[in-house]
């Protein structure tokens, strides 16, 4: 049975087609590793209860992705093309940007990578019912689903919540094209 008929199913919402697989291999090349922080997604019973639990609104192309094949995802030019930084490396910020990761949703999934681990901690630092769903490595500043559903920028320095115009999808496809300019940027500077 597919996510979107098992969704419809247990009486939930409507979801789109999962793009994840379609966006890697737009800007995928030898450079980059992908895999599945999850080996098994949750139910979507089990999904429903967190959006109750933190009082968010998940976008469905982000429910789609966490749902389908990869649930939740981490993303990264490998570490011959792109060294990783060492306590006190310096360079410009951009240069220390070499993965981003959505976040999972399945309970064996590590700490850092649960949407419940990043939901109650944005809970202890915001009044406003947010949740991460993409962090992008090095940045402070997490991509969240709000109460209404729409996806916002937390900005770590200001505590505030900037609205992102466009879909998961869009936000997803965004930071694999800025990866990639990012990592070719990397290689021109390495020779």
């Known amino acids: 049975m597919s996510i979107r008929s098992l969704f419809k199913a247990?009486?939930?919402?409507?979801?789109?087609?999962?793009r994840t697989e379609e966006i890697l291999a737009?800007?995928?090349d030898g450079d980059f590793t992908v895999f599945p922080l999850a080996e098994t997604a949750v139910t979507?019973?089990?999904?429903?209860?967190?959006?109750?639990?933190?009082?968010?609104?998940?976008?469905?192309?982000?429910?789609?992705?966490v749902l389908g094949r990869f649930p939740g995802a981490y993303v990264e030019v490998k570490e011959?093309?792109?060294?990783?930084?060492?306590?006190f490396d310096v360079g410009p910020f951009w240069s220390f940007l070499y993965a981003f990761h959505t976040y999972t949703s399945a309970p064996?999934?590590?700490?850092?990578?649960?949407?419940?681990?990043?939901?109650?901690?944005?809970r202890d630092r915001l009044a406003a019912p947010v949740a991460p769903i993409l962090r992008v490595?090095?940045?402070?500043d997490l991509y969240c689903a709000t109460a209404d559903g729409r996806i916002v920028q937390y900005r770590h320095e200001t505590d505030e919540l900037d609205r992102f115009d466009g879909d998961f999808w869009q936000l997803f496809e965004q930071e694999m094209r800025e990866l990639r300019e990012r990592k070719e940027r990397?290689?021109?500077?390495a020779s």
Request: no cysteine; proline share 11%; aromatic share 12%.
């Open 10 to 18: 247990a009486g939930g919402r409507k979801l789109p087609k999962d």
């Open 26 to 28: 737009s800007y995928f």
């Open 44 to 65: 979507p019973a089990q999904f429903d209860a967190l959006e109750r639990r933190f009082g968010v609104k998940y976008p469905p192309e982000f429910v789609a992705h």
């Open 80 to 87: 011959k093309i792109w060294p990783r930084p060492k306590a």
């Open 108 to 122: 064996q999934s590590e700490p850092w990578m649960k949407l419940e681990t990043a939901a109650e901690s944005m």
């Open 137 to 140: 490595e090095g940045d402070a």
């Open 186 to 189: 990397k290689k021109q500077s």
